[in-house]
């Protein structure tokens, strides 16, 4: 039945891309109803200065609900950057690099790769982990400070994998070392203990806001590692000083960030959001595991609460399974091209009929095409 949907006249669809993702309804709405008129101040809050005070108060909100959200103790500073995930794939290593000569990588997918190949401009880089397959199933190395060198300047993992769907739940002991992970795609879906890391990064089209943006915690004292040649914009003590504000900020993103942040202390905070991702994935893997039709080649304990994966009993199948769905409402589900298959990324904002949708279009495709 066609319906209104954020103001466009559609069949209601369930948006499964990797990223950018959808945002929360709400949050749209929200940024909707006041996209003209911010504040009663007669403009649009892109349109307004960024050093004005009402946007600063923004800023220093949004700043502090994510501080609430993660518990991010004090002594860790937040900064909005630019340039997503891959621009700190480049700022890390520049701003830890006179920590030591030396990054320890474990190699759990495709965006370890990158991060490692953009590391390895600026230090040594080192493989200390990487997926090892159990019974035809992907698991990945446990680490444990043993394995690490403790003169590194930092240890570098990715907590989830986007686009092979492998979740690492525990956090690598690295002792001494900085621990630093790209937490890009499951940042803020569940509770973590920022005090275990040096400095987690994400871009924000996953779990946070639009794309462009991303959110780095530091502990602070890293802030004084960087090499001298580091991009001004990209350097984190000068970030710190600045306020993320050293050169104009994506302050439209950073104000749908807020938004995003508001929306999920309304759903219980990650504690809250945590038991409805936990619910979502386990409806979407039943559905993988009760069928002999449809297959997840990841290991259980690192099965990704986030991008589940999964695959048709034959490629040429492939194709009918997107169109067939695109057209049942349900978009973006084709795997990355480097996998196959398909993904159903389920991050924050994918409400539980989006999933059910999903399983019910699923069990209905097996019956087709078995
Ligand atoms: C999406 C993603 C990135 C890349 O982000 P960009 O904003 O495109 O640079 C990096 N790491 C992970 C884990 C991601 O999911």
Not at 40 to 59: C, D, F, Q, T
Not at 231 to 253: D, V
């Amino acid at each position: 039945m066609p319906l209104v949907f954020f103001g466009r006249k559609m069949t209601k669809i369930y948006n499964f891309c990797a990223g950018p993702a959808m945002l929360p309804v709400a949050v749209m709405q929200k940024a909707q109803a006041e996209f003209l008129d911010w504040q009663s101040m007669g403009r649009s809050v892109m349109e307004i200065s960024h050093r004005s005070k009402e946007y600063i108060a923004l800023a220093e909100t949004a700043e502090q609900d994510l501080k609430d959200l993660l518990c991010v103790p004090d002594n860790y500073k937040i900064l909005f950057a630019q340039g997503g995930g891959r621009g700190q794939f480049s700022a890390v290593p520049m701003n830890l690099h006179g920590n030591g000569d030396t990054v320890d990588f474990l190699m759990s997918g495709s965006w370890s790769e990158g991060a490692l190949k953009e590391a390895s401009k600026f230090l040594k880089t080192n493989v200390v982990g990487d997926i090892v397959m159990q019974d035809g199933l992907s698991t990945v190395s446990s680490i444990t400070a043993a394995q690490i060198d403790q003169k590194s300047a930092y240890f570098h993992y990715c907590s989830n994998e986007t686009i092979e769907g492998i979740e690492i739940n525990d956090i690598p002991d690295c002792g001494d070392v900085p621990l630093v992970v790209d937490m890009s795609s499951n940042i803020l879906s569940k509770p973590i203990d920022v005090s275990k890391f040096g400095v987690i990064y994400a871009g924000a089209q996953k779990n946070i806001g639009p794309s462009g943006l991303s959110v780095v915690i530091v502990r602070d004292d890293l802030l004084d590692f960087a090499m001298p040649e580091t991009p001004t914009f990209l350097h984190y003590q000068t970030m710190a000083n600045y306020n993320s504000m050293y050169n104009t900020p994506p302050t439209y993103s950073w104000y749908l960030a807020g938004l995003v942040f508001k929306w999920l202390k309304e759903q219980g905070g990650v504690e809250g959001i945590a038991e409805k991702n936990a619910e979502k994935a386990a409806l979407l893997y039943k559905c993988i595991d009760e069928s002999d039709f449809y297959l997840n080649k990841v290991h259980p304990d690192f099965r990704s609460k986030m991008n589940p994966t999964f695959h048709l009993p034959n490629t040429d199948l492939d194709a009918v399974f997107v169109k067939e769905s695109e057209k049942a409402g349900l978009t973006a589900l084709k795997g990355h091209r480097s996998i196959g298959g398909m993904r159903a990324s389920i991050y924050n904002a994918m409400p539980i009929e989006g999933v059910n949708a999903l399983t019910e279009f699923m069990q209905n495709f097996a019956r087709k095409y078995k």
